[in-house]
């Protein structure tokens, strides 16, 4: 049960820690003419 | 276009929607995703862009004349428009604190039909700030 929730708090700060790396996550165009 | 897109340099995925003609790029990890040479690939493509929102993380910091920009990588530094999610971030600007920010980035002229590549400039108006240290 203990194992269980340092697995989880362990995979909850290395998820924070990637969303605050520099880089680009995503583009999002809105585009017109598309056929 | 899509496949066209998929081809640059950076790109791992583009996912299309037609009908409300949405494109969203996805960057390779740690890969260097360009904006400016999407934006002219896009258009190169035969379609015209309307907008283009960025979703990165990076620095907040003062740009040589005093305005904030938002840095990405070193040679990736896109100036702030000034709004009220910019002067809340202007805290940010003394000290180096990581933020992932979501933003326009290009928006079409008003009035004109096609806008050239060429005379694009970018700039990074912030829409929500996502996260921040």
Known sequence: MRRGKLLISLVLVLTTTARLEAGIDRIDLRVEGMT | ?133
């Not at chain 2, 995703?33 to 990076?58: I, Q, Y």
Request: glycine share 8%.
């Open chain 2, 1 to 133: 276009m899509q496949q066209h897109l998929t081809r640059q340099a950076g790109v791992a995925k583009v996912d299309v929607e037609l009908i409300d003609g949405k494109v969203t790029v996805y960057p390779k990890p740690d890969a260097r995703l360009d904006p400016a040479r999407l934006l002219k690939e896009t258009f190169d493509s035969g379609v015209s862009v309307a907008e283009m929102t960025m979703t990165a993380g990076g620095w907040v910091d003062m740009g040589p004349g005093g305005s904030l920009v938002f840095k990405i990588s070193g040679d990736q530094v896109f100036p702030v428009i000034s709004n009220a999610l910019a002067l809340e971030l202007q805290s940010l600007a003394s000290a180096p604190a990581k933020v992932v920010l979501r933003g326009v980035l290009y928006r079409k002229p008003a009035g004109k039909a096609r806008a050239k590549p060429k005379e694009v400039s970018l700039q990074f108006e912030v829409l929500e700030i996502v996260k921040k240290e």
